[in-house]
């Protein structure tokens, strides 16, 4: 057995002890020692091996937490990624992807960091995984801070209203007003990212646009940053017309959750499907995130590896 006092500073411990000791209990589920806080020292007891392993992880949230960087449960996770994959703990947290008001949008895990870093080197770039990835939000940053540096001259954020379909006829208003709960979301995150005010007169000249995924039939789609969420709910022929919208300047951003297809059974996916398709081509590249990289509450990544189980038993997993 092993034991190390570490002594931290107030604002460390209270990083620590925050949001009722939720980065303390990650701690110990992930590090299998026992971990105690009183006051401003630590208390690491365990086998040896458990213990190196803790202080190593600890030193790195220091670091974080002494560069300015908010900590949760879901550091630590990130924290052990990086630390596995010989990353550079700060390369992920310091990659500041958009601030506003004070709030700063950055990578959580490794694969995210290793996804923003796709989004900008490449042209067309597909994200599949489980919710609470971060898939489309951080999209969306790197979107409006294009938009924002004058790399792009327009945002267009697009969804497929698969789940109207049969019901649109009976909803009250227009076609947009049929559609805007599937859009609703998307126009949730801009909120987050812009001041009310410049958001609605970016709306006001067309230079961001949300819309259902049929507005884009027909469009070459120039000096923009697309967004394309929900991309699981296509069929192929929808994918293949959403991609081939792609204009001089652009740059595309695919996003889905293969396990939670709403199309109907006999009907493939153009997300299943374009991983086949498209893979290995240059300038366009897949990212696949699993639920280790879900950064909602800890209960959310123990209920996507549950279903990813019972799929995997039952051999219910979508194939197409």
């Not at 190593?56 to 449960?73: C, K, M, N, R």
């Not at 630390?83 to 390369?91: F, K, N, S, T, Y």
């Not at 300047?249 to 086949?276: C, F, N, W």
């Amino acid at each position: 057995m092993s034991h190390q006092v570490l002594d931290v500073s107030n604002e460390v411990a209270a990083e620590l002890a925050g949001v009722h000791d939720g980065v303390l209990d990650a701690l110990r589920e992930r590090l299998q020692c026992a971990i105690t806080l009183r006051g401003n020292r630590l208390t690491l007891d365990g086998d040896g091996e458990h213990v190196a392993a803790a202080k190593a992880v600890v030193d790195e949230l220091v670091e974080l937490v002494e560069g300015g960087h908010q900590i949760g449960p879901d550091t630590v996770g990130a924290v052990l990624a990086a630390l596995d994959q010989a990353e550079d703990v700060r390369d992920v947290f310091e990659d500041v992807v958009w601030r506003h008001r004070g709030k700063k949008i950055t990578p959580k895990t490794v694969n995210q960091k290793r996804y923003v870093d796709s989004i900008r080197k490449g042209t067309v770039t597909f994200s599949i995984g489980p919710a609470g990835t971060g898939k489309t939000y951080l999209a969306m940053a790197l979107a409006v801070s294009a938009l924002s540096e004058g790399n792009v001259g327009r945002i267009i954020l697009t969804r497929p209203a698969v789940e109207a379909g049969e019901r649109l006829g009976f909803l009250p208003g227009d076609m947009l007003a049929k559609v805007d709960p599937y859009l609703r979301p998307l126009y949730d995150a801009l909120y987050d990212m812009l001041d009310p005010e410049r958001l609605a007169g970016y709306m006001e000249r067309g230079t961001i646009e949300v819309a259902p995924l049929a507005f884009m039939r027909g469009r070459t789609l120039n000096d923009s940053f697309i967004v394309l969420d929900e991309a699981q709910n296509t069929t192929p022929e929808q994918m293949q017309m959403f991609l081939t919208r792609l204009g001089f300047g652009s740059k595309m951003v695919v996003t889905g959750d293969i396990t939670q297809v709403d199309l109907p059974r006999e009907q493939a996916s153009g997300l299943i499907q374009v991983r086949e398709i498209l893979a290995g081509i240059d300038a366009i590249s897949f990212v696949e995130f699993g639920h280790e990289d879900v950064v909602r509450h800890k209960l959310v990544q123990r209920i996507v590896e549950a279903y990813k189980r019972h799929a995997e038993e039952t051999g219910t997993a979508r194939r197409r």
